[in-house]
Nanobody, 132 residues
């Protein structure tokens, strides 16, 4: 299993970025996927998830309305379109294979707390820095 993120960069507040994750070594279309981020000096934060078929998406409250997760099962890619970026979005962003199961309950609004047991494979991360 290999997950390779790309697209991280330094942008000004209010800017946009599109992150991508190239997956290989497993049947990508059979797995839910998530983006998780870790800011300097902080613990990991779950950002967004998408089901295997791409028919349902979920977002942390902190990014809802600004970020959009998508996937292309024909190309084995996972994307995260980020808009209206804020300095607090500065973090290392990881894509991860998600074993949580999204038929389970979520918090009001569709978010979940970070739980490392939800993920079995991770990429190496791509750095997003939002600064003036």
């Amino acid at each position: 299993v290999q997950l390779v993120e790309s697209g991280g960069d330094m942008v000004q507040p209010g800017g946009s970025l599109r992150l991508s994750c190239a997956a290989s070594g497993f049947t990508f279309s059979g797995y839910d996927m998530s983006w998780v981020r870790q800011a300097p000096g902080k613990g990991p934060e779950w950002v967004s998830a998408i089901t295997a078929a791409g028919d349902r998406t979920f977002y942390a409250d902190s990014v809802k309305g600004r970020f959009t997760i998508s996937r292309d099962n024909a190309k084995n890619t996972l994307d995260l379109q980020m808009t209206s970026l804020k300095p607090e979005d500065t973090a290392l962003y990881y894509c991860a294979r998600d074993l949580r199961g999204w038929n389970r309950p979520v918090l009001p609004g569709g978010s979940i707390p970070y739980d490392p047991e939800n993920y079995d494979y991770w990429g190496q991360g791509t750095q997003v820095t939002v600064s003036a």
